[in-house]
Each structure stands twice: as structure tokens, then as C-alpha cells.
């Protein structure tokens, strides 16, 4: 069962348009974890957010968590050819062991110049 | 000067053998993580040992057996592949619940 559900699934766009990213779930996360992963490459992690209606910002991306700690997005403003890549939602249940992450199933960023 | 490296980078094997994916990370984590990416890209957590006790076991089959000779190293090794168990396979690395660093994974084919 995926307690994660990301949206959407694909996403091609021009450089310099902006983009959105969710990741929903009807399950409470103490932590959620942003990860971009390229072909052949592990995920990196981009951002932790921990707190109900926490923003933060890494350059062009803004990443959000929802006040329930349910949901999160991931928004790029003025987006690049190298912002090109899968994004993964994982997050840490409030009952799971720490480094237990559920993660979503992923958004293929397509970013073409 | 790679964190967390997995050998070998491809595994290509026919049903019924048995193979090991060894992974070490020089971070300093005292945590090691074995996770399954599957064709669409999911990725799921097998294992994770904490200095060397396993500490998550999801539901994996038996066939699948993990071994952490010492904090830098956690070893999977498969019995018996079958057609199902074809996906990537990831180790990753934590110091205590610090965010996880991932290994550049397995490509493993079962023939």
C-alpha cells in the first residue's frame, strides 16, 4: 500500500516556466523529505520539513508542508534544463522507526530549454 | 571519494542462482538501509541495521538475508533468484535519524 500519493506523475515543461509538485497522503508524518534522484543515481535529499505549515526555500525551490502534516509541495519558480529529474516525497510516520521512510512514487521532471 | 558505494553497478543473473550486493559507506553512520526501487520507480525499505543489529525487517522473503559485518558495511545477499526480485537496489546511510545519504544503486536482472 502507498501511503503516499504524488502528482503528477510526469510534468514536461519550458525553461523558465514555473512548476508544482504534491504529495498527499491521509496519514500524519512527523517528517517529510523532498529527494531528486537522476538516471543511474541514488536520491539526494533537497529539503526536510518537520513543522505544520513550515516554507522553506533552497534558491528556485519552494518547498511547503501542510499545517495537518499530511501533504506537502514542491514549487519551481523560473525552472532550468537542470532541474530535469524524478522527485520523490518520503515521509517519516510518527510510529515507525526513524530512517523508515514511505516513499511516494515519484514525479518525472522533463525541463527542456 | 564516493559516500555510500555499492558493488556491483549491474548484476545480470539467471533464475534459481545466488548473489550478494556488498555496499560500505566512510560517513561515520552508525545506520545502513537496504531499499527495492521497482520498474516504476517506487522505492521501498527492506532493511536496517543499527551498529550491526537490525533494527527494520519489513516483509521480505526469506530468500533475502542481510549481513552487517561492522557499522561501515551491510551486505544483501539473495538465494535462489527468481524473475520478481529484478530492480534496483539501494543502500543507504544515516547517523542517527539525520536524513539519509543513498549509494548509486544495483540494476539487478534475473533471467
Known amino acids: 500500500t502507498q501511503l503516499l500519493e504524488q502528482s503528477p506523475q510526469f510534468l514536461s515543461i519550458q525553461e523558465g516556466e514555473n512548476l508544482t509538485v504534491y504529495c498527499n497522503s491521509s496519514?500524519?508524518?512527523?517528517?517529510l523529505q523532498w529527494y531528486r534522484q537522476e538516471p543511474g543515481e541514488g536520491p539526494v535529499l533537497l529539503v526536510t520539513?518537520?513543522?505544520?505549515?513550515e516554507v522553506k526555500k533552497l534558491k528556485r525551490l519552494t518547498f511547503q508542508f501542510g499545517d495537518a502534516r499530511k501533504d506537502s509541495s514542491l514549487h519551481i519558480t523560473a525552472a532550468q534544463p537542470g532541474d530535469t529529474g524524478l522527485y520523490l516525497c518520503?515521509?517519516?510516520?510518527?510510529?515507525?522507526?526513524?530512517?523508515?521512510?514511505?516513499f511516494g512514487a515519484g514525479t518525472q521532471v522533463v525541463v527542456t530549454p | 571519494d564516493t559516500a555510500v558505494s555499492q558493488t556491483p553497478k549491474y548484476l545480470v543473473t539467471q533464475m534459481g542462482n545466488d548473489k550478494s550486493i556488498k555496499c560500505e559507506q566512510n560517513?561515520?553512520?552508525?545506520?545502513m538501509y537496504w531499499y527495492k526501487q521497482d520498474s516504476k520507480k517506487f522505492l521501498k525499505i527492506m532493511f536496517s541495521?543499527?551498529?550491526?543489529?537490525?533494527?527494520i525487517n519489513e516483509t521480505v522473503p526469506n530468500r533475502f538475508s542481510p549481513k552487517s559485518p561492522d557499522k561501515a558495511h551491510l551486505n544483501l545477499h539473495i538465494n535462489s533468484l527468481e524473475l520478481g526480485d529484478s530492480a534496483v537496489y539501494f543502500c543507504?546511510?544515516?547517523?542517527?535519524?539525520?536524513?539519509?545519504?543513498f549509494g548509486n544503486g544495483t540494476r539487478l536482472t534475473v533471467t
Open positions: 496519514s500524519v508524518f512527523s517528517s
Open positions: 518520503a515521509g517519516e510516520m510518527t510510529t515507525d522507526s526513524w530512517g523508515k521512510l514511505q
Open positions: 520539513v518537520v513543522t505544520g505549515g
Open positions: 541495521y543499527n551498529n550491526k543489529e537490525l533494527i
Open positions: 543507504a546511510s544515516s547517523l542517527g535519524d539525520s536524513p539519509l545519504h
Open positions: 560517513l561515520g553512520h552508525d545506520t
